[in-house]
């Protein structure tokens, strides 16, 4: 069989927040490409059902991860054993007007999107270098790019992941260690797919030039290049996947 620079047969992939939605989608999709994938999401239950699915392409690893907690994040990192590959997932919203959002809103959302991403990467990033080198992606999200109403903390926080993606790029690649960023459109996933049904989720998709919205498998193709050899030469890269989205006219 022909090599192909997609293929991640001897890898091992850590998916934060793999409980469910993206996360779960992105485990699978590694799999089914010939990685070794641990599971790490606070609910184990959860990741115990997504691991039974990926038992067609080999046995899949299930981690407690708080990203928030460093007690967590060191437990993992001693579990998980030797990573390839991070897919830096894990995060949440809470949405509400910018005068009522509460610092409690605003610590939980920076905390988990943006200050946990960070020490996720760096608590695997040294055993990354020690092997010579791996692959960071951090999930980010449009709104790191463009402005919305109703998510002040969240939008913040995946700016901040933008510019920390492009930071760690610049610091890490003298250690091998290639660090890019998946920067999602609107996803229809279990978790928002009611709300598309809405008339404010139509008329939010006939805002999208390619009038529709993205499924998880639209996400695979920029994943895949970015886990494998094909982006050996990419580092510090911000990939949208949004249907246009980002160059529609205002």
Same mark, same amino acid.
């Given at each position: ?157 995946? =700016? ?6 492009? !930071?760690? %790029? ?5 250690? &091998?260690?290639? @660090? $890019?960023? +998946? ?43 970015? =886990? ?6 990419? !580092?510090? %890269? ?5 249907? &246009?989205?980002? @160059? $529609?006219? +205002?």
């Amino acid at each position: 069989m022909k090599e192909t620079l997609l293929g991640l047969d001897g890898k091992r992939a850590l998916v934060t927040g793999a409980s469910s939605g993206l996360g779960a989608h992105f485990a699978q999709r590694l799999a089914a490409h010939g990685a070794e994938v641990v599971l790490a999401a606070r609910r184990v239950d959860a990741l115990q059902s997504v691991a039974k699915q990926l038992e067609p392409y080999g046995r899949a690893r299930c981690v407690a991860l708080d990203v928030t907690s460093a007690s967590s994040r060191a437990a993992m990192v001693e579990e998980a054993g030797p990573i390839d590959i991070l897919v830096n997932n894990a995060g949440l919203v809470r949405e509400g007007a910018a005068l009522k959002h509460s610092e409690e809103d605003w610590d939980v959302v920076l905390d988990t999107n943006l200050k946990g991403m960070f020490f996720m990467a760096q608590a695997l990033a040294s055993g990354m270098r020690e092997r010579g080198g791996g692959s960071i992606i951090n999930v980010a999200s449009i709104l790191g790019l463009r402005q919305a109403g109703g998510v002040v903390s969240y939008a913040v926080s995946k =700016a901040g992941v933008v510019q920390l993606t492009r !930071t760690l %790029a610049l610091e890490w690649a003298r250690h &091998g260690i290639r @660090v $890019n960023a +998946l920067a999602p459109g609107y996803i229809d996933t279990e978790i928002n797919h009611d709300f598309w049904q809405t008339d404010a989720g139509k008329a939010l998709i006939q805002r999208i030039p390619q009038r529709r919205l993205g499924q998880p498998d639209d996400l695979d193709g920029p994943l895949l290049l970015l =886990a494998s050899d094909a982006s050996r030469y990419m !580092t510090g %890269a911000v990939l949208p996947v949004d249907g &246009g989205h980002l @160059v $529609n006219t +205002l």
